[in-house]
């Protein structure tokens, strides 16, 4: 089963990412929440990508597909790891 987790503002989904690991998805949602606190966080778990649009029938869903957070660290981070920059201590 997959973690969905999607963010909503006054316009309808602001960013929508999915993963198979409970706490990341507990993580971000949490992130978001304090990151976004004028949006509506939702962290659900769904069999399907469907069983999950279907759950949330006040969302217009076209045109947006979950990104994964297999690559990602944080929500207030849209660097990759491999992109981060190095930082010399001394």
């Known amino acids: 089963m997959s973690y969905y987790i999607l ?3 006054r316009e309808g989904v602001a960013g929508l990412w999915t993963t198979n690991d ?3 998805a507990t993580r971000w949602g949490l992130e978001l929440s304090l990151t976004y ?3 509506g966080v939702v962290v659900r778990k769904a069999a ?3 069983a999950f649009v279907d759950s949330e029938p006040t969302v217009d ?3 947006h597909v979950a990104e994964s957070l ?3 660290r944080s929500p207030r981070s849209d660097r990759q790891p491999a992109d981060a920059p190095s930082v ?3």
């Open 61 to 63: 869903f076209t045109g």
């Open 37 to 39: 606190p004028g949006c």
């Open 7 to 9: 963010l909503r503002d």
């Open 88 to 90: 010399a201590v001394g």
């Open 22 to 24: 409970g706490v990341t």
């Open 70 to 72: 297999a690559e990602r």
């Open 48 to 50: 399907t990508w469907s």
